[in-house]
């Protein structure tokens, strides 16, 4: 009878390199379908907000500035996200994609966690509006 | 729930509570055992302490915002609980997934049976204090969470079923990761099983230890690999195979002791089982496409779902009123089925046996926190919701 | 002055706190190695000492409180006591009188009862859980490790470490001559300091940290360091009666050293013993192994 049936591992790992990693010293590549910030392609949007409905988390807010000549700005919200990709799949323009580099979003305040994406007018022409800071109705 | 002894209590008698906060419960659920020195002579068992009001919220969400929200019931177990409450829809619109998809879900739902099974195998190790293996088994668990980055961009909650079918497609590349991982996996699981069977100071603490026959299992209404332990072969996988499983059968892998070892060999041996069924799966993957289209307002009706967790039958009923939200989901997970056994075991034990027996159900307390009222001698009464809140307050204090 | 020095700084004093926190850091880096994992890094027992020491030191309701605050200054003056009167780094004891060998251990047995006390003044129900176990321990592995520390001053007819040593230090190395007293004496010596797998009393998953559940802060500081001090005056002390004596001061160390990768490498390979299991080895295998040995070496003398 053995006494000890992992004694061979455990000796063998005392020569192997340990199998923690020493991030943030040290970074492995994000695999290329990693789920991290949102992406919005401006050109192509509709305005038809599935995006906005289908979002399990509200973190979507499609604000108009010229519907007619669809011209919007998309605000996401990093911090309520949970990076479902639910919204990129409802997408049927394809203007939304999951970014795979951007995913250590943390920060110190809470601004950070509000992004604006859109022709950078529009932006500008939003901000120059009185914007409503009420947030938006939770479920 | 309660096995207490007599109230004719001696003063020798100590109660020890295990939990809501405790070491060896990393979630909260209350344990209060009654003891004679080291011998358990009484346990009483406490819910609730984790109730998030899932089954209210599903009923405002709509029905692809409460994919999102069911798959983080359990924190391990999330593609399976997507998966039950897809099927269910599904049904519920008479839509069926392209081949393709059903053969994913599939692959990934074995893929997180292993990796439940060698998170158990590890917090298992932890409770008896064997840390080496604890640390070996949450390493080579690295393996498939990784590979679930791969595949679908999160380790944890992976997405991947969407109403119909599922989002994310396996590449050649991917494929060939898989079947390296599964082949590492078997390895490893061998020299698992090797080490549960054979190691005499683990062997102390599992050997015949909770010894449940199968009859009593039978009584208790165990699921899943504790009650495959006991030689009682509820697998639905076989007797209500969904998904690919229709086109793939499994094998129940059956041990007959019924005591910890038994539970801990069921699990690894499962991990074998999954690691051919994956095999098989990639043998022959469907080619086409990956969703079905799916209606936004589901049809009138009602229906269950059930499916094989890690840990056992998931049971998810939908009832849908023809909106786009559902009228009323229930379900109910493998852990509260199988607590009751728990209870009924450790009396006799020693305490350290108990952390041990508790996990050996493999438990999952927020999954499976609901508010429940056991009526006693036919004395029913009726809620209000104040009532509920004030309950809720009251567990929490 | 001298021996003012002798007290504070070397060996005993700050030297052996510096070495006993240096120890805990070897054997938490070898263990983590062992499990494939990186391992804290040099300083963090000192560290680890330094914030406990800054925390506040919650005094539970219903406690003795001087008791409470008393007994990890007492253990540590034990420990620290103990480690007078053997010869530390192989550097000469500070004191040597005929029987220190036995003052030394009950010495070190102080620290356990301190421990177990600990709990069981407390409200705690884990604690006094723990209290109970330590206890149950201290009577089980005693009896063999002190038959086992006996062995080698048998061998010496002196129950004085120095003269036991210097016999040591002059014949072949008792770890060949007294096989079985030199592995009970090393697994006693674990189950004193309640090493894994012997560490029921604070098995965490089942009574949180047993006995010492209630302390925080200093308290929990001088008792973590009175069990490395104790951990490094039990190797010192097993290693300069089974290792061929302390007469070269470099191998000493590296006997020491050794032995201390020993107790580290043991600790990574097995399951908890449960309490009843760990009292029944000592009882059916440690007492009646130690008690053997004894009489070989008697009947050896007798022949002799």
Redesign the interface.
């Known amino acids: ?7 061979g ?3 063998q ?2 020569f ?1 390199v ?3 990693r ?1 991030y943030p010293q040290e970074r492995t590549p994000s ?1 290329e ?3 991290g910030q949102l992406r919005w392609n401006p050109e192509k949007c509709t305005g038809c907000a599935v995006c906005v ?5 509200v973190a979507i807010e499609l604000l108009e500035v010229d519907k007619a000549a669809k011209r919007f700005v998309l605000r996401y919200h990093t911090d309520r996200c ?5 919204c990129v ?2 997408c049927r323009f394809k203007c939304l994609s ?1 970014s ?1 580099e951007a995913w250590e979003l943390a920060a110190l305040d809470k601004q950070a966690f509000t992004v604006d994406y859109g022709r950078d007018e529009d932006i500008h022409a939003l901000v120059e509006k009185p914007a409503s800071t009420d947030d938006p109705p939770r ?1 | 729930m309660t096995t207490q002894p007599d109230s004719a209590a001696t003063p020798k008698r100590f109660t020890i509570p295990i939990g809501p906060q405790h070491p060896a419960l990393k979630e909260p659920g209350f344990f209060e055992f009654t003891v004679e020195g080291e011998t358990v002579i009484g346990a009483t068992l406490r819910l609730g302490y984790a109730h998030r009001g899932i089954e209210k919220a599903v009923v405002s969400r709509t029905w692809v915002q409460n994919l999102y929200l069911l798959e983080r019931v359990c924190g391990i177990c999330s593609h399976i609980h997507s998966l039950a409450y897809c099927l269910g829809v599904e049904k519920l619109a008479g839509v069926t997934p392209p081949p393709r998809a059903q053969a994913i879900r599939v692959l990934i739902a074995e893929l997180e049976r292993m990796h439940s099974h060698l998170l158990w195998l590890g917090v298992a190790a932890h409770d008896a204090g064997f840390e080496t293996l604890f640390m070996y088994s949450w390493r080579d668990r690295e393996t498939i969470l990784d590979l679930f980055e791969q595949i679908s961009g999160n380790r944890v909650n992976h997405s991947i079923n969407t109403l119909g079918g599922v989002k994310f497609d396996l590449t050649a590349e991917q494929i060939v990761s898989v079947l390296k991982a599964v082949e590492l996996m078997e390895e490893r699981a061998r020299y698992y099983l090797d080490l549960v069977r054979n190691d005499p100071m683990l062997g102390q603490r599992i050997r015949g230890i909770g010894t449940m026959s199968a009859a009593e299992a039978h009584r208790m209404g165990v699921v899943g690999p504790t009650a495959r332990a006991s030689g009682v072969g509820r697998d639905l996988r076989v007797e209500a195979p969904y998904a690919a499983y229709t086109a793939i059968p499994v094998v129940v892998m059956l041990e007959t002791d019924g005591d910890l070892q038994a539970r801990f060999i069921v699990r690894i041996r499962e991990m074998f089982e999954s690691c051919r069924i994956i095999r098989v799966l990639l043998d022959h993957l469907p080619e086409g496409d990956l969703q079905a289209r799916m209606p936004r307002r589901i049809p009138e009706g009602e229906t269950i779902a059930r499916v094989e967790a890690p840990r056992g039958e998931l049971f998810y009923f939908i009832k849908s009123n023809g909106a786009d939200m559902p009228e009323r989901i229930k379900l109910r997970t493998p852990t509260l089925c199988n607590l009751g056994s728990v209870l009924a075991l450790c009396i006799g034990r020693q305490l350290a046996d108990i952390p041990m027996l508790l996990i050996g159900t493999d438990p999952c307390f927020s999954c499976n926190d609901r508010a429940v009222v056991i009526h006693q001698a036919g004395n029913r009464e009726k809620w209000t919701w104040e009532q509920f809140r004030r309950y809720g307050n009251e567990a929490l204090r | 002055m001298n021996a003012l020095g002798t007290l504070l700084l070397f060996p005993g004093g700050l030297a052996l706190l510096l070495v006993a926190l240096l120890a805990e850091w070897i054997s938490r880096k070898l263990l983590a190695r062992l499990q494939n994992r990186v391992g804290p890094r040099w300083f963090q027992p000192l560290a680890d000492t330094v914030k406990l020491l800054a925390k506040e030191e919650v005094i539970p309701e219903g406690v003795h409180r001087v008791l409470f605050e008393f007994l990890p200054v007492l253990s540590l003056a034990a420990v620290l006591t103990a480690a007078l009167a053997v010869p530390l780094f192989g550097v000469v004891p500070a004191t040597s009188y005929a029987g220190d060998l036995i003052v030394t251990v009950y010495l070190l047995s102080l620290l356990t009862l301190c421990t177990s006390l600990a709990g069981l003044i407390t409200d705690d129900r884990y604690a006094a859980m723990g209290g109970l176990r330590v206890l149950s321990q201290l009577f089980s592995y005693e009896a063999p490790f002190l038959l086992a520390l006996l062995g080698p001053a048998v061998a010496a007819e002196s129950w004085q470490i120095t003269r036991i040593t210097a016999h040591a230090g002059s014949n072949v190395w008792m770890l060949f001559t007294q096989p079985v007293g030199f592995v009970v004496a090393v697994i006693g010596l674990m189950g004193k300091l309640e090493l894994s797998p012997f560490d029921a009393p604070e098995a965490h998953t089942e009574i949180v940290a047993g006995s010492l559940t209630e302390y925080s802060g200093r308290g929990l500081a001088l008792f973590r360091l009175s069990r490395n001090v104790a951990l490094v005056v039990g190797l010192t002390l097993v290693a300069a009666l089974y290792l061929g004596g302390v007469s070269d001061p470099l191998a000493f160390a590296v006997k020491t050293l050794a032995l201390l990768l020993v107790i580290t490498t043991v600790q990574a390979l097995f399951a908890r013993l449960r309490i009843d299991q760990t009292i029944g080895l000592w009882w059916h295998y440690g007492v009646l192994l130690a008690l053997g040995q004894w009489f070989l070496i008697l009947i050896g003398k007798g022949a002799a």
Not at chain 1, 1 to 7: A, C, E, G, V
Not at chain 1, 53 to 57: E, L, S, V
Not at chain 1, 82 to 86: K, P, R, Y
């Open positions: 009878m053995r006494i000890s049936t992992i004694l591992m455990a000796l790992s005392l192997r340990p199998a923690t020493s695999p379908r990693l789920r409905k289908d979002c399990p988390a949970i990076f479902c990709s639910q799949q409802s999951l795979n479920l």
